[in-house]
């Protein structure tokens, strides 16, 4: 099993009275919450911490987009991935990925990814998500009605530009381009593995089902309640007629590594409950545009991930209204629809404890899941760059150990990266002391 | 009478009602064939009112080839001809008013004239039309009409057939009016509405949450032959709907 250190960038200041006195940490969250200063340390410590998690054995860093919000301060994913690129040496880079609807005309994304590609010595693994509805289409514009024709189409001009032999015209409903000519092109060929993040799309497993790509769950809320949304990817592979090999799926998971369970839980409370009360507190209005599901997935009522958090919080408002009799309070989301760390503890969305503890329940997640693709949240929330630093280094070295050969015997994992040998790979050069 | 007629690779539905005088009626976010009291007051006052449904709402197939606003004028272009509006009067509300100006413009015959309740297709950055989808369904529902009960027929789940598939036409409905509107439904439409020669009348509902009722002066002054404004007070953005029978004795007070 492939362990990815996953990073959202949350924007880690946000006040105490946020939930209470704004409505929605996307799309029109109060510009004047960000302090440049506080971005400045944000970024250079989480980048840091990637940084970290490489040299320490995970087996991949894993980045991500998203727009106008401080949920994830990632506009653009290639910029991180172009400096853990240099300072990552081994590791895979894990961009989950570029937003292709959102990129015009979306052959930049195949030339920047080629570019990590290159840099890397063929390190890359290409993500491309649709993307949330706040990123999409309120806060960069797209249609609904249109979003996921255009990412598809974005994704075949990409292909056909890592992978065509000659300059040829793209004569696309959304990108009309005379000439494609990708350079730089990628090392690995045909292409980088393609792994496509989702919140729980049907018609994104059998896509994937059916193309051979591999794919990631993003879900909030643990693995206990994934099940669902994995047997149906499964279901999908088995109806395209492919084996079910683990890794062509995967699953994020939030982790707090400590000696003690009861010394997890006291350090992981606060950051946990800093990311599940604050960044997902999400306007239900931006949540649930029409257009953004497709029909197959209205009719089968999946919801997606942004959706349900924005719901459980607008219910748990709700019933703390109904009992206040505080009817505004449902409108206003109030600091009255906060979440326990102990409940997010009991339903899974966080896996905490001893090394050993953690250990276990991850193989169950991943037997369970059938995945064998961990994103790894060690960071989350508003939590310090030590701390995520000693989860890291717990799980690095007490946990990966325990889950790291799961599939070894049985399974090939054919979405991997698949990199130069080593001694034909670059390395960072340190410059001479005194210029010449 | 409801019929479905064939129409590219699927069907297009249009409402009749009435005897008399031919006039169109496009319909706004709101689509509900045989449910607004609106038309069936003006087939009261001795119209034929012809109500087709655009591509995506209630029971006429949504189009994969509808990808901007010149594919919807295409579309609604086809659907005049094809419904016999062609040359008569049409009322059109708020999306579908745009759609009809947008149609006007660019073939000034197809309406004799045209009673318009609270168009969009302009745009006044110090006035902002309100999103009517940075909300949830509740929200946008409120937002459409003064008394949210009357679009009851749109926006809850049929009671006299399946649910889901009364759900899955009113999200393919909502899918339609988001692609009409979204992110600015502002498309061009102040460069070419100098073009729209047929008699215009504007209707609006005095408590108009999504486009203020100071555009009619907008509009009024863009337009070629704008005959007169009427606020309909107490009534929100789909004037219609709230109050039928005012709005109805507008239009037949505009058509003489």
Redesign the interface.
Known sequence: MKTIWFHLMPYPELPDDFTSEHRSVW??IDPGLFDPRVGHRMYNEYIDELEFAASVGFDGVGINEHHSNAYGLMPSPNLIAAALARTCPDAALVVLGDSVALYNPPIRVAEEFAMLDCISGGRLVAGFPVGTPMDT??AY??????LR?RYHEGIDLILKAWTADDVFSFNG??SKLRYVNCWPRPVQQPHPPIWIPGGGSIDTWEWCARSGYSYLYLSYFGYKAAMKTMQGFWKCVEEAGRPANPFQAGFAQFFGVADSEAEAIELYREPAEYFFNRCLHVY???AD???YKT?AT??NGAEGMVERAAREASERAAEVAKKSERKAAQQSFSAASHMSFEQMVEKGYVIVGSPDQVAEKTIEMAKQLHIGHVMSLCHFGNMSRDLAMHNTELMATKVLPQIRHLWDEEWDDEWWPTPLPSSQRMTPSPFPATPR | MITLVPWKAGSLEIWEEGEGPTIGYVHGMVCAPGRLPFVAELAGRGRHVVAPSLPGYSATSPSSDIRNVHDWVFALSEIVDRSGLAGCPLAASSTGAMLALELAAVRPEAFSSLILIAPLGLWRDDNPITDPFSTTLSGQRALLTNDPAVTASFFDDATDGPTVDSMIQRYTGRTATASLVWPIPEFGLTERIHRVSCPVTLVWGSDDRIIDPSYADLFAESLSDCRATHVVTGAGHHAEWDDPVAVAAIVDAALG
Do not use: H, S
Request: no cysteine.
């Open positions: 799309v029109d289409l309120y514009g797209n249609n609904p009605a249109t024709e409903k959304y239900p209005g931006f545009p029409p257009g029909l209205v009719r």
